[in-house]
């Protein structure tokens, strides 16, 4: 494979979202999988924070609010992607990253992983979804913290598919609206910046919390 066709491949990838109309036509119903791929890459490595998330789900969730997507199809291949994705993210952490941890990083942090996943991992896995970027680093995280994977798969679940539900459903039902789909990079931006506000309050709660114990 030449280097402009791994351009053309990570092109691709990165702005699925937003020339997805074009993909529907070319590739049918083979979009689909294409969908499932991306983000089952976004939420399963670490090394692929980049590809779209959010913006995808809502964008999707527009297409098939017109009809030109399956909802309930969407709806289950997403949640697959998102959950599948996340397991194998926490089964990379769990393997190698206390390795990596032992090697490169002192292992009081290590310790303090372990420690802040006992007491915050159920919270965190559910709200990093909403987080891009975190999203795709608390799995791993929570596999190097030796979480215990039945929890883990429990929450990552729960976190999963309302994560997907939410911004899906959120594309179908003001996607089509005339103002927002005019402004339709504005509207991502907003919903990725909404998508902090979960994280941020938790962050203050826990911040107000330690204040009041000193």
Not at 151 to 164: E, P, T
């Amino acid at each position: 494979m030449s280097i402009a066709n791994m351009v053309d491949i990570i092109d691709f990838l990165l702005h699925i979202d937003k020339y997805l109309d074009v993909f529907i036509q070319n590739y049918g119903s083979l979009v689909y999988l294409i969908l499932f791929f991306v983000i089952f890459l976004e939420t399963g490595f670490v090394l692929t924070p980049f590809l779209p998330g959010d913006s995808l789900l809502f964008v999707a969730g527009t297409f098939a609010g017109t009809g030109y997507l399956n909802l309930y199809l969407l709806l289950i291949i997403f949640s697959a992607a998102a959950i599948l994705g996340d397991s194998v993210n926490y089964f990379i952490g769990n393997y190698f990253g206390e390795k990596v941890f032992l090697k490169f990083i002192n292992t009081k942090y290590l310790e303090k992983t372990k420690t802040f996943y006992e007491k915050y991992g159920k919270k965190t896995i559910v709200l990093a979804r909403f987080v891009p970027i975190v999203r795709t680093f608390a799995p791993f995280v929570a596999g190097v913290g030796k979480m215990r994977y039945p929890v883990f798969l429990w929450y990552n679940i729960i976190g999963g598919v309302v994560w997907v539900f939410l911004a899906v459903f959120a594309g179908y039902f003001f996607g089509q609206i005339p103002f927002v789909e005019q402004n339709l990079t504005i509207f991502v931006l907003l919903i990725i910046f909404l998508s902090f506000i979960p994280i941020i309050v938790e962050y203050l709660r826990q911040k107000k919390g330690s204040n009041k114990i000193r």
